[in-house]
Each structure stands twice: as C-alpha cells, then as structure tokens.
C-alpha cells in the first residue's frame, strides 16, 4: 500500500473500550490522519471504519496511543468498499442490540487533570465533589447494562448542562463523551461541605462517608477515643482498619514503602496496600490495628476524600500541597454493621447506621453495584490480594483457552462469583459470608448482574463439596447441571488458570478447611492436578479439631489437640487452662467426641498460637497466625523438626520444640523457618520424582507473606517454579475461579 | 445366663419383668393376642383415630432425667399428642441382647410403667425377644400408640399463615446435652436433665387455650432448626426468629461452648413448638407458662410472607443469621 491510495477499513477493536475515552481518542486519530468514517460502541467493544489515505498510520496508532484505562484485546480489521461521497468523522449512536461482549471498566481514581481543576479557584468545577472524566471516576459501581451510556448509568438522572454538554460533545475535549460528566450546575449534589465533614471528624465524631461502591464510616485515626467507639459500635473485635492519608508522602510516616507498593498505592485502582508498619511512625490510636505490624494504607480516590484533605491542608489553591506530607489520618472502614454487606442507598444507610454514625455524608448519584475497597499486599516480588473489589472489578482473567460458559459460586466465607466467558474469567467483587441473609442476598444479584452484564447464558454451575455452603445451596436451586469441585482441588486450579497452566502440575493447598473427597476435614493438602482432574499424594498430619469451627477461633484448642499427638495430654491442663475449659477439651480430643481429625494447615498454624500463647482465644478466624506472622523479622529452621512417611508431612517434633523456646518472637520465627523448609522438603522428591517443574501455592495461608516469600523462593532455589496466587486472592475469595476452570475443563 | 430356646430361663424372666410392668391385662381377663379397644368410648372423645410407631435406639441406655423406656413412652405419646390427639393406649415390643444386666431390665421396665400412668396412657399388649450377643445393642424399644383427635382440630405443618407466632414451651437442648455428657467418652457429669416428658398434658392446655392453634411439632432429632425449616418449606412462609428469645439454660450454653455444638440443633424430649393466629397468642402462651412443662415458654419469633421456606434468626449484634436445615452432622465451615 502507499501512502496516498484512499482506502476504507472495518475495524472491530475488542477489550476494555467503553467509557474510558476510546472514542474520542478514534475521533481525534481520524482528526490527525485525515480520514472520514464513523465510529460506534455496541456490545462486542468499539466498531468504526476509516476511510483515507493514511489508514495503516490510524489503525497502528488505534492501539499504540490507547487511553489510559483502556485495555485492548482484539483489532480486526477488514477492508471494505470506499464510500467517495463521505464527508466527516462521525461518532454514531451506540448500538444496544446485538450480543454483548465488551468489558466494563472498573472504577477509577481522580486522574491528574481533574484534580487540577478541582483545586483551581477559577475552574467552574473548584471544589464540585463529582467531577470526572474519560480518564477517571466512577465505573462499574455505576453501570446498570451495556453498552456502558449515560441513560444506562447512575447518571441518567442528571441530564448536562449547556457547558458539560458542549464538553460532552467535542471531539477535542477529556470529556467527550465521558457519560458520568457532572458540574455544580447539573451533577449529583453533597448532603455536607468538606469543611462541615472535616469539622465533624476533627470534634471525634464518627462520619458515615457514601464512596463509589458503597458508604464508608470515617474518623480521625489519632483520635484514640473516637476509634474505639467504632470498634464497639461497629463489633468489629480486633479487626484492623484501614487508614487512609492524603498521598504517599504522608503513608510514608507511618509505614514503609518499596516502589512496588508505592505505584500499587498510587495506582488509578487505590486498593488499601498492607505495609509495614514503621516504628518511629506519629501516633495513631491504639484501635487502628491492635498489635500488627502493618497498616492497610490507602490514598484519596474521590473528590470528597480529597476535598477533605484539602480542607485539613488549608484549602490551598493549585495541587503543590498534595505532594507534601500532611498530618491528616483517617480510619476508612466499610459501612457494614454486624457482618452485613456494605450499605450503598441512602436510605438504607440512614436506617442501618443510626446509632453507629454521627454524621452521614450522602449524595444522590446512585450506587448501582455494591463494591468493598481492594486489599492488596506486595509479596515475592509482585502484587497479591488480599481482597479483590473496587477498582479491580470487572477486570477479566485472561485464561489459556476459551472454555464454554460456565459460573461457578465459591465457597462459604469471603465468598466470590466467577463467570467465564471465551477466554476470560470475571471474578466478582469480594461477596462476604454467607450465613448472613442479606450477604446471600448480595450473591444473587451479583450473579443476576455480572451475567447481565457480560450477556452469558452458563451451561453449568460449579460449586464447593461441601453441602450446607449457602452457595452449594443456591447452586442446587439454579435448575442448570451442577459441578462439584473439591475445595483444594479449586485453590490449585485457581492458580493454574491465572498463570495460564495447561500441563501437568503439583499443588499445594495450605488453608483452613474443605470438605475432603473421602468426606473428611482437609486442608494441607499435596494434589496432582492433571487438567480437570485431581489426585491426592499427600497431605499435613492430622490433628484433632475439638470443638469443630470453635477451634478456628480458639487456637488453645489446637494446642491442645497437638499435645495429645505427642503424648503429652496430661499437660494441657497445666499448660492450657487460663484460656478455657482445658480439662473438657482434652477429654473430647482423648474421647473423639466433637473432635473431627483435620489435614488441615491453618489448624497446625493454630496450635503453635496456642503454644505460644499469641492470641490463643481469638476476635476473628485468622487473627493469631496474623498476629505471629507479625512477630516474625527473620525466619529461623529447626533442622529435623518434621518427619516425612507415605506421603504425610507430621510437623509435631516442630511443636514440641516450641514448647521449650524463650519467648513468641523466637517461636515464630521457628515455626515460620521450618514450616516453610518442612513443605519443600516434603514436595520436592515428589515433583523430582515425576519431572514436574511447576507447583501451584494457593489457600488460606498463603495469605502469610512470610511463608508465600519462604516457598517462593526456596523452589526457586531448587530450580521450581512456584505459582503464587496473584490475580485471586489466596483465600476462599479466590475458590470460584478454580471452580469455573475445572468445570469448564470437564464439559 | 443360658442362651436358646423357648424355655431358657432368661426368656421366663424377661416375660416376667415386662408382662408385670406392662399389666397389659386388665383384672379377671384372660390373656389375648390382641388389645381390644372399646370404639364407643374411643368415639365418645373425637372423631379421628390417630396412630403412630417410633423405634427407640439410644446410647446409653440410662441418662440424667431418663432412660430408653421412658423415652420410648414419652416419644409415641408425643408424636399422637402434637397431632392434638389424646392419647389412649400403647403397645411396646423389646429386642434385648442376650447378656443384659437384669436389674438394668427392672428399671427400665419400671421405668415403662410410671412414665405411662403419668401420661395417663395404658400399654395394652406388647412383645419381647431376646437375640443374640452383637444381633442388637443391649436393648431396642419400638412403641406404637393410638390416640383420639379432638373433634373440630386440625393441626398441620403446612398450616402456618403469615403473621402467626411462634412458641416453644421450653428450653433448647436439654436432652441432647444430658446423653452427650452421658457417654463415657466426655467422663462429665451431666450439665442438666433431660427434658424427656409426656407433654399430651401441655398440649392439651395450650388447646384448650388457643383452638385456633395451626400447628404442632415435637423438636426431637434435628432440634428446633429442622422443625422450624420442615414448617417454613410445608407452609411456604418464611420463619423469623429472634436470638434473644430462645430459652436456654446456662448450663446447656456453657456445655455448646465447650463442644462446639449449636443448640438450635440438639435434640429435645420435651420440646414442642406450636404456631398460633396472632389473636391467640397471649393466651396460648399464658397456658404453657400456667404448666409445669412450660414454666419458661416463649414467644420466639413469626411467620413472615417474605422469603417462603426461609428460616431467619436476627443475632443481638444486630446481623441475621440463616438457619438452615443440615445434610448430615455438622461439618466446620470456616476455612
Ligand atoms: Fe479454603
Ligand atoms: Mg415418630
Ligand atoms: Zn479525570
Ligand atoms: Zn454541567
């Protein structure tokens, strides 16, 4: 082709292309290379054609120069016949029939330009709390269905004015076409001024603060008093919160901070990034995090949050303040009272946070999608969640091979959806725990909506062994045929998919509890995945769990459970009593009454908390092995402190040693140390045995950054690659994905 | 003691022990092979038979508050009663493994017997045989009962109406806390009694009281949680209970915290929980507290439309919790 021969392209551009500015950006590259055509959203992504002498030019710019928050998966392009009467470029009405196949994009921080108008004394939107453009604001949390337009959104109801209008229709403007543009004059309003906020939060009270994907509940994280009011009316035990601060110059008080946290603290998602704690940090209330050693730090991702840190600088004009540090702290914790799912309509939250908030900040942009913030943490190298919603939702995972559409319904705490569509699997936000009604209640509609949104018809729903899972429940109701997944089977495989594994692999599932396939207590368990199918080569010795999912919340049990496994029964009541009821625990262990034998790995986590005495009667599951990961600096190993025989790995030599250390710190550090050197040991005959060269890591505790990096890096040095958990979480948060990979492979 | 044929000296004795606690003979009659019931006097009272049969298997055989043979009596005159019926007569057939203490087949007998005066039912014939060492557990009871229902009553799961209360007459877990600690595995002395009781004496009050009752159920194997999701599912309502209403004693919550155990899952003996019309309610439940098996009733919850065959317990914490019938044991959930 030369440069000059007038042609005329069809181009189909597929990905992340709706509400992030693609058209504009097609209209202004037709704009630079003289071509006519048109240009239209629908429900496969982006469709233009292009007619003049420099298509080649526009079509490799088409991707090169992307928006910032598209994300391009397809450009296919077909030459088509010139049409010689064409005059201009058009962007045509969107089209809403036809299938729908495009992506959502999630919601986004305030980006640069519109922070700069924000804080500019002569902009016509100089402190408007609702400002946003094709760069940034308000995605997901917004869309009702596709293709992603103003009538289809929370903003139907606002209808531009003559200015945003204009913007809204020039080609050259950051807000063309940018569908949840808003100004003072005819955007959603705020029922407070930031400075009635920051007044409210400075006197102690507590503020109820409605964000993108649901209402938060706010207040000064110095204000000692004011922290544990919200810790007793939100009935939080000792569940840390997140803080959030004005920019990364001001996190870096508190904690410390690698490049690869800072860019994910700074990134347009602003998940809460978990951080080391520093030791010469300023004072926080003792309530923030109660003995951990990090902090869930997150950034402004609002105009109102940044408004109020605007406020607390002194309303400064222009943006040089918001690179210095500023004093100003925040606890930011979701609006969820009693285990309920996030409050997103004003109303519910008047009614459901009476008595908890003093004050409550709303405003009538509706929320259409219920999303908690993301909780992410640096790990090995790379980022890893910890909970997977805001910012990161919609966003696919990209998988090996197309597979029929399948969504699977996880599993029964931290509870998430999945629904896979050609090659791509949309993991949903962070759901909750499902004994609670209105958390099932949300499943159903997140189930309802993503497969709205994503136009899929599933030919299967995938689901835990397990069957008193809620979710197991709702599975059974769905009248589709049903695939059951073994709960470890589903932690490999969610990591299997992420990474793209098609071969043969190990996987080591390290979590608290599934159902096993021989109906017993998993959860430390060596699988042989082969596609859809897995095998058991081993697992963790099993110790007693009395009192069923007690002992989740009371590792003393556990430590009782181990001393009976080393023979040493008679000591529990002396070593154990001040937790509980020592002499009745060691009489179920011995009696087998209420004490179902588990593999499980959380529960050997368990017994050295109780051990040490770190948390042995905790607020939440998890809190003690957090808590003793915190202890940890340097990983230590007592050699030999395991025995490995017919593929069982017995850690109770490991146990009895921490009988016999000086203090916690060192215990830690030892249980850590050789726990992590014990897993390799045990799993590296077994991949060398069968030549694999891959092991997938995933479940519960591998939420534990110390024992990840440990594994991590201890099969590097043995020349194996080990998969870590990084686009799911490690959790049962991340179970749907593995459900929706191996039912798919099934069918 | 001798094992085998018609004969053997422990079948005589076995005869003997039972026949004279059942006196399933009355005075001057010769024995049949067959009770016989006198249908004027049983039509004099109601105009519906009701009939029913349980097997009684329990390990072990005597607990704190009870024993299989009160049990056995308790369990069939309770099944006629939620039903409204009055009960009338028994029958009661043994399996004994061969080796049973006899003094432990005495008591049980006796047992059998004062259990049916107090519930003012008589056992009418009855069986026993003895099998093989390992052929059963110690001792097997079933027992059948006929009873007579009311005319005018008519008491069904499928009955409950939205806006309906529920009560139970009793604390939850009583008997299920009393035989776990009475194995010998735990080696704990009994926290509480079980509750194993005749309530055709109860119900007959609440009866009286609220004519208007929808339904009844004894909360035995499944506790309070099946019986509630059986009524939610059969009377498409949803079921809304509060936490904080349901009564149970200290001891049996102290005893569900060292085990783990959920009482709303135990099994009960004497726990009935009926439905009434709103209009009813007060009364209902001035008649169960004015019993002696009823001293700590409760209004527990409603019938709601919202959410047919959904059991829903609000938590102090201000939460909901749903309720939910179990496949098999309790598993852990927590992952
Ligand atoms: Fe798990
Ligand atoms: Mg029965
Ligand atoms: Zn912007
Ligand atoms: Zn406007």
Known sequence: MTAGTVERWRVRVRGRVQGVGFRPHVHALAGRFGLTGWVLNDGEGVLLEGQGAATAAFRAALSADAPPLARIDAVEATRCPVQPDERGFAIRHSRSDGPVATGVAPDAAVCPACLSELFDPADRRYRYPFLNCTHCGPRYTITRRLPYDRPQTAMAGFPLCRACAAEYADPADRRFHAQPTACPDCGPRLSHPPEAILADLKAGRIVAVKGLGGFHLACDAADTQAVERLRRVKQRNGKPFALMVANAASAERFVHLGDGERALLEGTARPIVLLRRRDDAPFLAPGVAPGLA????????TPIHHLIFHEAAGRPAGTAWMEEPQPLALVMTSANPGGEPLAIGNAEARERLAGIADTIVDHDRPIVVRADDSVVRWLAGAPAFLRRGRGHVPEPIKLSRPVPPVLAVGGHLKATICVTRGDEAFLSQHIGDLDNLATLDFLEETVAHLLHVLGVEPVAVAHDRHPDFQSTRFAERMGLPTVAVQHHHAHVAAVL????????????????????????????????????????????????????????????????????????????????????????????????????????????????????GVRPVAGFEGEAPILLESLVRRPRLAPGAWRVADGVLDLTPLLERLLTVADAVEGAELFHGTLTAALIDWALPVLRGRGLRLIALSGGCLMNGV??????????????????????????????LGQAWVASLGL | ?????????????????????????????????????????????????????????????????GDIGKLAVCGTVNDLAVG???????????????????????????????????????????????????????LFITTSGVGVIRTGLDLGIARARPGDVVLINGPLGDHGA????????????????????????????????????????????????????????????????????????????????LLGLDPLYLGNEGVAVAVVPPEQADAALAALRAHPLGVLAAAIGTATAERPGRVVMDTPFGGTRIVDMLVGDPLPRIC
């Not at chain 2, 049973?100 to 026993?128: C, K, N, P, Q, W």
Request: with cysteine; glycine share 14%.
């Open chain 1, 294 to 301: 990090w902090l869930g730090v997150l950034l402004p991702y």
């Open chain 1, 497 to 612: 998919a992420e990474h793209g594994v098609g071969e043969s692999a190990l996987g080591l599932a390290l979590d608290g509890f599934g159902l096993g396939m021989d109906g017993e207590s998993w959860g430390g368990e060596m699988l042989l995945v082969e596609g859809g199918r897995a095998e058991r080569l081993g697992h963790l010795a099993r110790l007693a769990q009395p009192g069923g999912d007690l002992a989740a919340r009371q590792p003393w049990r556990m430590a009782a459970a181990a001393l009976v496994r080393m023979g040493r029964g008679d000591e529990i009541v002396s070593r154990l009593a001040s937790h509980g009821p020592a002499e009745g625990v060691r009489r179920m262990i011995e009696g087998g009454v209420n004490a179902p034998p588990t593999s499980s790995c959380g529960r050997w986590f368990d017994a050295a908390c109780g051990i040490l």
């Open chain 1, 707 to 736: 024992l990840a990096q440990g594994l991590a890096e201890g099969f590097a040095a043995a020349g194996i690659a080990a998969l870590l958990p990084r686009k799911a979480p490690a959790n049962d948060g991340g179970l749907s």
């Open chain 2, 1 to 65: 003691l001798a094992h085998g044929g018609g004969g053997s000296a422990m079948r005589d004795l076995v005869e003997d022990v039972f026949v004279s606690a059942f006196a399933v003979h009355e005075e001057g009659q010769p024995l049949e092979d067959q009770a016989r019931l006198s249908l004027a006097e049983l039509m004099a009272r109601g105009d519906r038979l009701a009939f029913t049969t349980d097997s009684f298997v329990v390990d072990p055989l005597e607990f704190a508050g």
């Open chain 2, 84 to 138: 409204g019926a009055v009960p009338v007569a028994l029958s009661c057939a043994v399996v004994i493994e061969e080796g049973m203490a006899v003094a432990t087949l005495r008591r049980i007998a006796a047992s059998i017997a004062r259990t049916a005066r107090e519930a003012g039912v008589r056992v009418v014939t009855g069986d026993t045989k003895v099998v093989a060492r390992g052929a059963c557990d110690k």
């Open chain 2, 178 to 257: 009393a035989i776990m600690a009475a194995r010998g595995e735990l080696a704990v002395s009994a926290p509480v009694a079980s509750d194993c009781a005749p309530l055709n004496g109860l119900i007959g009050a609440l009866l009286d009281a609220a004519p208007g009752t929808r339904l009844i159920r004894d909360a035995t194997r499944g506790g309070l949680a099946a019986v509630l999701n059986e009524m939610a599912e059969a009377s498409n309502i949803g079921v809304r209970v509060a936490e904080s209403a349901i009564p149970i004693r200290p001891e049996v919550r102290g005893f569900c915290d």
